[in-house]
């Protein structure tokens, strides 16, 4: 198991460390395990000179799997896009053909509580958002700024995507409703953009091919409604880049936190980035206080996606089950009557979960 872990900055190195932590304890001694560390993004340039660095990009190209932090620091949007902390994930997905990003939104039910909407419309909650990762706006060509023929300045990003980047996310998509619910939701625009509406029309036609799977069609304005009004009618959600980009925050929130959810970014076979969906969080950088479960369940997910480690994967999810039950809490998802842990603890009661769960 060749992984290259990349802490990168914010409160990832904390949170990725405990992630480390748990993952030496479940594989154990029995499995040859090389772990290399690589530094990306404010991090890539204090070591480099560059958000994602020559050095970073080697390393993680000889890796099975990446195990990622966070990358970005306040005040990014100022910096040229190709220098930006931020963008250096950006770039990695592109550079590395991540284009299947894999955001479960799942309810633990001792959380039930920390969510803002009522029990009873996210009880039992377990959806997933697959997130096309390498196309749309976020890397359409042409996009600028510049000035048009009024001498106005104006700016603009492209939204595009070819028929074999849609057919190929689909096809992920119905496999993986396949070893789910059988249930596919394809998030579009296809009333205003033709984009969209080629988006629509592969979908439907690949759709052909998995008879079995029941496939839906919503536009993203009501399928951002429908995810707070009735969540518990998804099963798996597939859109393009940007869409689940904004969807998958959304969708975090129905689960009580941004601090519990998990992502894995995966290229055409079984290597993938696994990712904390929440980010750098300047604020508590440092302190102790991020809740590393989020980065402890993506390397759960790098064990069976990755390496094909299904029980071992189990074993790490419920030992957060556990400390869960336990009634440990780090300050984002506390309610009274919990036990207030820091981002260390929190990891090690995980450790010593496993051997309970
Ligand atoms: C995400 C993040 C990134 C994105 C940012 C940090 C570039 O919001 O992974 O959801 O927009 O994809
Ligand atoms: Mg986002």
């Known amino acids: 198991m060749k992984i290259t872990v990349m802490p990168g900055d914010g409160i990832g190195p904390e949170v990725t460390a405990q992630a480390v932590k748990v993952l030496q304890a479940v594989v154990g001694g029995g499995q040859a395990m090389e772990l290399a560390y690589a530094d990306i993004g404010a991090a890539g340039i204090e070591a480099a000179g560059d958000p994602l660095p020559v050095a970073t990009r080697e390393i993680a190209r000889k890796a099975d799997a990446i195990l990622f932090g966070a990358a970005g620091m306040p005040g990014d949007e100022a910096i040229p896009f190709m220098m930006r902390p931020g963008a250096s994930l950006l770039r990695l997905r592109k550079e590395l053909g991540l284009f299947a990003n894999f955001r479960p939104a799942f309810l633990f039910p001792e959380l039930i509580g920390a969510s803002t909407l009522k029990p009873e419309v996210i009880e039992g909650l377990d959806l997933l958002i697959l997130r096309e990762l390498t196309g749309d706006v976020y890397f359409g060509e042409p996009r600028g700024t510049g000035v048009n023929a009024a001498g106005e300045r104006e700016a603009f990003n492209t939204m595009r995507y070819s028929e074999p980047e849609v057919e190929r996310i689909a096809h992920v998509a119905f496999r993986t409703a396949r070893m789910r ?155 009274p009557g919990s036990t207030r842990v820091g981002t260390e603890e929190m990891g090690a009661a995980v450790v010593a979960a496993l051997d309970k769960a």
């Open 181 to 335: 619910h059988r249930k596919l939701c394809s998030v579009d625009k296809a009333n205003v953009l033709e984009v969209m509406q080629l988006w629509r029309e592969v979908v439907t036609r690949v759709g052909a091919e998995y008879p079995d799977v029941e496939l839906t069609h919503l536009f993203v304005d009501a399928a951002a409604m429908q995810l707070m009004r009735a969540p518990k009618q998804f099963d798996v959600i597939v859109t393009g880049n940007i869409f689940g980009d904004i969807l998958s925050d959304a969708a975090a929130m129905l689960t009580g936190s941004i601090g519990m959810l998990p992502s894995a970014s995966m290229a055409a076979g079984t290597f993938g980035l696994y990712e904390p969906v929440h980010g750098t969080a300047p604020d508590i950088a440092g302190k102790n206080l991020a809740n590393p479960l989020a980065a402890i369940l993506s390397m759960a997910m790098m064990l069976r996606f990755s390496f094909g480690q299904a029980a071992n994967a189990e074993r790490v999810e419920q030992a957060v089950r556990r400390v869960l039950a336990d009634g440990l809490r780090t300050g984002d998802i506390f309610q």
